[in-house]
């Protein structure tokens, strides 16, 4: 690679969100089922159903309010449909049209939804692996109940967890000494600065949707994705 991919602070992260959809005319629904398809994609080539350790290939996608919650619903669908049995914990849903059909659309592929966050035994004992879709880079403040209690959970258990986009309660730009430590990272459209402070075994890219107009003008330095594919890992 010439040059190295360049790593987003938040608010230029922002900034591309906004121009994606006003600029260069993409949708958030569709965006967003870019970017699960993505997460599920790179899950499958990190954890294979055949390294799975427990009888069954389960896996918890806990989902937060906003967006990124958004994109872990349509990566449940996705890993469900991939041969993967994801069980959803969406302890805050938006009383919005997009997350109400997100949400739909899981409940008919017989996905199972929770109605509490599992104590870490429980974790340890049932799931392969935890995919953290709480908060994105547009976080910001100090965690609020439930997520406090929920992320306080993930940091006592030794299942790994793959976090989309930013792994939660970790600043966008700083990261956090004391906050979750992912096994893996999706960064989606292009790594945010507190990717750097990633120690996990697992770092993809995801979002192959990138206008070149839009890379130019923020110098992003996307590495090519290989063939057809939709994720590559860093």
Not at 77 to 95: A, S
Not at 213 to 225: A, C, H, I, S, T
Request: charged letters at 20%.
């Amino acid at each position: 690679m010439a040059q190295t991919i360049k790593y987003l602070g938040q608010e230029e992260a922002q900034h591309i969100d906004e121009e994606l959809f006003s600029e260069y005319g993409f949708s958030v629904d569709q965006l967003m089922e870019l970017a699960g398809l993505s997460c599920a994609t790179a899950i499958t080539r990190a954890y294979p159903i055949t390294s799975l350790v427990k009888g069954r290939p389960s896996l918890l996608v806990i989902c937060g309010p906003g967006n990124n919650g958004g994109d872990g619903l349509v990566c449940a669908r996705h890993l469900k449909l991939f041969g993967y049995e994801p069980t959803i914990l969406y302890p805050k849903r938006p009383n919005k049209p997009l997350f109400q059909g997100l949400t739909t659309q899981c409940q008919k592929m017989e996905i199972p939804f929770l109605t509490e966050m599992p104590e870490a035994e429980v974790i340890e004992e049932a799931y392969n692996l935890v995919i953290d879709a709480i908060f994105g880079f547009s976080f910001k403040g100090a965690v609020r109940e439930p997520f406090d209690s929920i992320l306080d959970v993930l940091k006592k258990t030794t299942v790994p967890i793959a976090s989309v986009d930013i792994p939660s309660g970790w600043d966008v730009e700083q990261g956090s000494a004391d906050g979750l430590q992912p096994d893996m990272l999706i960064s989606l459209t292009a790594p945010k600065k507190s990717a750097l402070l990633f120690r996990g075994r697992y770092h993809f890219l995801g979002g192959r949707f990138v206008p070149p107009g839009l890379e130019r003008k923020y110098q992003l330095n996307l590495p090519q994705y290989p063939g057809t594919d939709c994720v590559l890992q860093l």
